[in-house]
């Protein structure tokens, strides 16, 4: 990537008077862990793991994230409620307290890198006030050898000072927290909540703003490779089973979460997984559950007060229970990061209203439409109110992270999938027989085998039926599934149920995708039928 280190103009930790001898830069896992431990910041788990606790804040908060609206961004970013614009001198308001805050404060600076192409890679200097969290980026971003730490330069600082707080409105913002993106100073600011998640997605947001014009397509997606070399993308939304799905003892894995589609193939933007653990089980997910252990970083996860097990089952602070760990914590990863132009791409959703098949085949069309509706469903538990299921709609399957307009990102991926015939899978991860309390989510075995059957190609000739609602082509039979669960009315005790919770679904579909004015016909025609 083309060297933006001087676009900021003035150095951030130069303007804010902070000096060397308030940094501990490049500490390694060892240390942070150590000092994390001294201040009473984490606790240490069973398993070697740090285990912290975020307070308040238990996952990121989409509210208190804004973008500085200037002349980079004026004519660029698409926004709205979830690219909320924060003036100038706002910004310049927040600076100013972080300048107070951090004064004299000892910090911590981990100088890293996001993206494993070294053609694209940006350089990330993350700067915090706890040790944990400077573990957290050096784990979950790439680390830069001893030869290229030598010559970094920063092109973006990241600023993480969870206990500096804002006044709301008085600083044009909605709460004591925010996450400030200044893309034209290459600046993150990150106060008032502890969510480590907010430090990657920040990055994540960055990248999908600088990449596209590079002619790289940045996606919210996993990544794994065949033993023939095949690569595919799994893109989905929290609680879809995206991570879990891709570390697949089968296959070699690439990344759980971010990555970029360019001229030379797929790369990971990270250098570590951020794997959601609630109810994580050994038989369940071997590979996860051996990747936490000393260098990890557990999030809300719940301690045996006797022994120190993480109780994975327990979701007393949170269902968003976090694991953060090094990519070469898996076995099976690849050490590269990188990956030939992906041969498959499935989309996954948890379908809570029990009405989807649990895999059908997309044309083209049907997958532009999918990757533009990014459709999942919200269970009970989840989320403070809710209490039955709820549909929700996340272009590209990752719309808090998009600062462009989804047409960007959609028309990417629909030339990529043109020009190289990707064949394209949605398959539902969620609840068959009834919704959610009534029916039974599908059990990961067996999605696992329809995903290894479609990622082997043999689903490929497989005889299909088409959904009547929803349009899609169903295979009639899959390796290792009952062929019951590929009908889903049939699992139904009350087919006319079925029929109206299906319609009714298919109406948010339409109701969601009138937002997007600018489709082709022959895109928005790939829908359900209403």
């Known amino acids: 990537m083309q060297s933006l280190a001087n676009a900021a103009g003035l150095d951030l930790l130069d303007e804010l008077q902070i000096v060397s001898k308030q940094l501990r830069r490049d500490q390694p896992p060892a240390v942070l862990a150590e000092e994390s431990l001294r201040r009473g910041e984490t606790t240490l788990a069973a398993n070697g793991a740090l285990c912290a606790e975020t307070g308040r804040y238990t996952g990121r908060s989409p509210r208190d994230r804004f973008i500085v609206r200037d ?3 004026e004519g660029q970013v698409d926004w709205g409620s979830v690219n909320q614009p924060l003036a100038p001198h706002h910004f310049d308001q927040i600076l100013r307290k972080v300048e107070r805050y951090a004064r004299g404060r000892e910090l911590f600076e981990q100088r890293l890198y996001a993206g494993a192409d070294p053609e694209q890679q940006l350089s990330v ?11 957290f980026a050096h784990q979950l971003l790439r680390r830069p050898s001893a030869a290229q730490r030598e010559r970094f330069e920063p092109e973006m600082t990241v600023m993480v000072l969870p206990g500096c707080m804002a006044a709301g409105p008085e600083d044009g913002l909605r709460s004591e927290a925010f996450v400030l993106l200044n893309f034209e100073r290459r600046v993150v600011l990150i106060g008032g909540t502890e969510y480590a998640g907010e430090i990657k997605k920040s990055v994540f947001s960055a990248l999908n703003f600088l990449l596209p014009p590079r002619g790289v397509l940045p996606m ?9 070399g095949d690569s595919a993308l799994f893109f989905g939304l929290s609680g879809t089973g995206k991570t879990t799905l891709s570390t697949d003892p089968e296959r070699r894995l690439i990344g759980d979460d971010e990555h970029g589609w360019g001229p030379r193939g797929i790369y990971n933007f ?4 951020y794997a959601k653990c609630i109810r994580l089980s050994e038989a369940g997910e071997p590979q996860i559950w051996r990747a936490i252990r000393f260098g990890a970083v557990l999030e809300n996860v719940v301690l045996d007060a006797a022994t120190r097990e993480p109780r994975y ?10 694991a953060a760990y090094p990519l070469d914590f898996i076995e099976t990863a690849v050490p590269s990061g990188c990956g030939p132009r992906p041969e498959h791409v499935v989309f996954l959703t948890a379908d809570a209203f029990g009405v989807l098949p649990p895999v059908a085949r997309l044309t083209p069309e049907q997958a532009m439409y999918h990757f533009l509706s990014g459709y999942t469903a919200k269970v009970a538990g989840t989320e403070a109110g809710v209490r039955e299921p709820q549909a929700t709609f996340s272009t590209g399957f990752g719309a808090p992270f998009l600062p462009l307009s989804p047409l960007v990102y959609a028309r990417m991926l629909g030339e990529r999938l043109a020009a190289h015939r990707v064949p394209c899978w949605w398959i539902n991860t969620g609840w068959s ?7 039974r989510r599908i059990p990961l075995e067996q999605t696992r085998a329809i995903v290894r059957a479609a990622l082997a190609g043999e689903l490929n000739d497989v005889a299909c039926a ?5 349009g899609v082509a169903v295979p009639e039979a899959a390796p290792g599934v009952p062929r019951e669960l590929l009908r889903p009315r049939t699992t139904w005790r009350d087919p006319a149920a079925y029929d109206a919770k299906a319609r009714e679904l298919a109406g948010r579909f339409a109701a969601n995708f009138e937002r997007f004015g600018a489709v082709a016909e022959s895109i928005r025609a790939a829908g359900p039928a209403r």
Do not use: K, M, Q
């Open 270 to 273: 990270e250098g570590g997984c």
């Open 433 to 439: 027989g009834g919704g959610y309390g009534e029916g």
């Open 125 to 135: 200097r993350v700067v915090t006030e706890r040790a944990w969290h400077a573990l």
């Open 466 to 470: 088409v959904d009547p609602v929803f």
């Open 313 to 322: 089952d327990d979701a007393r602070l949170t269902e968003n229970t976090r």
């Open 71 to 73: 002349n980079s961004t």
């Open 220 to 228: 919210h997606c996993s990544a794994n490779i065949g033993a023939a």
